[in-house]
């Protein structure tokens, strides 16, 4: 969407328009909408990471590449685990296995101490 249509789009909320409304108007899902409008989920998402990452060099390299996402990150890196589970050794829940440590060397350019040291962001 345009600058102008997002403008649009929020004053056509304002205007007290749905968001299904406001999405058939401009071809785009209501989800589209709803995240533009509050202001995007992903994005806070993101941001809650943060505080959870255990591995700051990892975090530090992912947002510095546009990686808004975990997933993302994960696919970015080549490692065939679930998502949730690539979480949880993001945030020190669990630990990587010596083939994904190695990949995330591999990928990353980092040394294993610079990739996985602990500290507080």
């Given at each position: 969407m345009t600058r102008?249509?997002?403008?649009?789009?929020?004053?056509?909320?304002?205007?007290?328009?749905?968001?299904?409304?406001?999405?058939?108007?401009?071809?785009?899902?209501?989800?589209?909408?709803?995240?533009?409008?509050?202001?995007?989920?992903?994005?806070?998402?993101?941001?809650?990471?943060?505080?959870?990452?255990?591995?700051?060099?990892?975090?530090?390299?992912m947002n510095s590449n546009g990686f808004r996402t975990l997933k993302k990150f994960q696919e970015h890196l080549g490692l065939d685990i679930t998502p949730s589970y690539f979480g949880k050794r993001c945030k020190g829940e669990l630990s990587f296995s010596i083939e994904e440590a190695q990949k995330i060397i591999e990928v990353t350019g980092m040394s294993f101490e610079e990739a996985f040291k602990k500290e507080d962001l």
């Open positions: 102008e249509q997002k403008i649009e789009a929020f004053t056509m909320r304002l205007d007290g328009m749905s968001y299904q409304v406001i999405a058939d108007k401009f071809n785009v899902s209501k989800q589209c909408i709803q995240q533009m409008l509050i202001g995007g989920t992903r994005r806070n998402q993101f941001r809650k990471w943060e505080s959870e990452f255990v591995y700051p060099n990892l975090y530090k390299y």
